[in-house]
């Protein structure tokens, strides 16, 4: 999931800087594009790896969150047996 994002945004920047470039325009507004292009694909970036974190965050506590309702499991049955052999 992670290379294919990186994949799709490095393809979209590559075009956008691509098409600003060979876009018949003053220098001047030239740059003034790039800056904006630039801006834009920071913050999508930023959007992304802020949904990427998020979503990395859920997992790692739906995992602690199993973990811990394995070990209670695990406790109950050592308990039971004890208890059965005593």
């Known amino acids: ?3 294919s994002v990186l994949g799709v945004l490095a393809g979209v920047a590559t075009g956008v ?10 220098g001047s507004k ?9 801006i834009e694909a920071k913050e999508s970036l930023k959007e992304e790896l802020d ?14 969150n199993n973990g811990e309702e394995i070990l209670e499991e ?8 004890v208890n059965s052999e005593l």
Request: aromatic share 6%.
């Open 17 to 26: 800087v691509l098409g600003v470039l060979f876009a018949p325009d003053k």
């Open 74 to 81: 695990g406790k109950d049955k050592i308990k039971n047996t």
């Open 51 to 64: 949904n990427f974190l998020d979503t990395l965050s859920k997992k790692y506590d739906s995992i602690v």
């Open 30 to 38: 030239t740059r003034k594009k790039i800056k904006n292009k630039t």
């Open 1 to 3: 999931m992670k290379s």
